[in-house]
């Protein structure tokens, strides 16, 4: 009797298991065809996004096309990108190069490196409609008539800050920020927008929208970051002034990585909410004094009341009285590289020789500063927000040991705090945290 009540069961189970593995299979689907929906969207919107840039960069040879055909006498372009910031805004203001000039020289060279290392991700094309308002101008600012290109998240009215992320896209800046009102109201003509890495935590120049921005001198090496696309247009001639962020070197690293001058000035607000640093990055020292002799104005320090109302001083720049200057050559933290350690060397022994008082000093609480203020700060939400940005887009493959080393579990990454520590310290020379950093 019971077997034969279980043989009457197997019909009802069989029925039952085929139904489950439907509806698992059917799930299953479900999700992928979701996934893939989403993978579609992510695809759709960084083509568009692309060819947006496409269109930008036809408008910029159409631009530059035009004013050589309507100017066949006009000043030769390589005597114009020849000139240091300093000799051609002194042209400009006299008289003797026109903006027009200046603005399609930089248009046309500008152009011309993007093919080669991808630094540009868009063309300002309100830059044209500008040179018509300088006329307008009453006075002529510090930086009348000078071209600048822009890191791509500082916001530019009618413009889109990517940050190289997709949830950005299609996000049109309704007006301009506060730099960029500043750089216009002294005269400046912002012309084209930078690549950078995605999420802009990075130290390379990739990005799944736009792609790879290379070195100047070999595309087989990195630009650095976060400013990368700014420090490879300018190293290559195609800017003479030029605008990045830094947090913890993104100003500073491409800088160097390219051979020019980069400064980190005050802090800002990003869309990131870090208290980034947004500063000049040129070709020579007296570009980006000139530079923050113009950006420390009034129509700064009205716009914003974060900035402490104190000019550039000329007294202080122009003085020739011996300073007391404090230097070391490594932190106890980071090791720095032979160029490095030669390059400090080198500026202390020319400051000595030119009279100057050099006291060596080793920073206090390095690893406190650097591990609790800076690191914890930096990620104090365990990297909630910065993960919340990556929520429905693709993640850059140079992005994904880091970022997944931010997926942790906290409670995963203390455990692995635990057993690692000693080895990482044991490991460190002189206690020197290379790995950390």
């Known amino acids: ?251 500073r690293l491409p800088s160097s990585f390219c051979g020019i001058c980069g400064l980190k000035p005050t802090g800002i607000t990003d869309h990131f909410h870090f208290s980034a640093t947004i500063g000049p990055m040129a070709r020579d020292v007296d570009s980006l004094a000139l530079c923050m002799r113009a950006l420390l104005c009034d129509e700064l320090f009205q716009l914003d009341p974060t900035v402490p109302p104190l000019p550039f001083n000329e007294e202080i720049y122009n003085s020739s009285k011996p300073l007391r200057i404090g230097y070391y050559d490594e932190d106890g933290y980071f090791e720095p590289s032979p160029s490095m350690r030669r390059a400090v060397r080198e500026i202390k022994n020319l400051l000595q020789e030119a009279g100057h008082t050099l006291v060596p000093f080793t920073p206090p609480r390095i690893d406190y500063m650097v591990d609790e203020l800076f690191t914890r700060g930096l990620f104090s939400d365990g990297a909630t927000t910065l993960l919340g940005k990556f929520k429905g887009d693709l993640l850059d493959p140079n992005l994904k040991s880091q970022i997944n080393c931010y997926r942790l579990p906290i409670l995963v990454k203390r455990i692995l705090a635990f057993f690692l520590k000693p080895v990482v310290s044991r490991a460190e020379p002189n206690s020197t945290n290379m790995i950390r950093g």
């Open 1 to 251: 009797m019971l077997q034969e009540k279980l043989r009457g069961l197997l019909p009802v189970a069989e029925v039952d298991a085929r139904a489950i593995s439907a509806l698992v299979g059917g799930s299953a689907a479900a999700i992928l065809a979701l996934k893939w929906m989403q993978w579609r969207r992510i695809q759709a919107k960084m083509e568009e996004a692309r060819r947006t840039r496409d269109h930008g960069l036809d408008q910029m040879e159409k631009a530059a096309w035009k004013f050589k055909v309507q100017n066949p006498g006009g000043v030769p372009a390589s005597r114009i990108l020849s000139l240091s910031l300093v000799e051609l805004t002194e042209k400009l203001q006299d008289g003797s190069l026109a903006p027009e000039n200046v603005l399609y020289a930089y248009i046309d060279k500008a152009l011309a490196v993007t093919r080669e290392v991808n630094c540009v991700t868009d063309f300002i094309h309100g830059c044209e409609e500008q040179l018509q308002s300088l006329r307008e101008q009453k006075e002529k600012g510090l930086l009348y008539g000078v071209p600048v290109s822009i890191k791509d998240h500082i916001g530019c009215k009618g413009h889109v800050s990517t940050c190289g992320l997709v949830q950005f896209l299609g996000k049109v800046e309704e007006e301009d920020s506060v730099i960029i009102k500043v750089l216009k109201s002294q005269g400046a003509i912002p012309f084209v927008k930078t690549n950078i890495p995605q999420s802009m935590l990075n130290y390379d120049c990739s990005n799944l929208i736009f792609g790879q921005t290379v070195h100047p001198l070999n595309p087989k090496k990195s630009p650095g970051g976060s400013s990368g696309g700014e420090g490879a247009l300018i190293a290559a001639g195609g800017s003479l002034l030029g605008f990045g962020t830094d947090v913890a070197g993104s100003i």
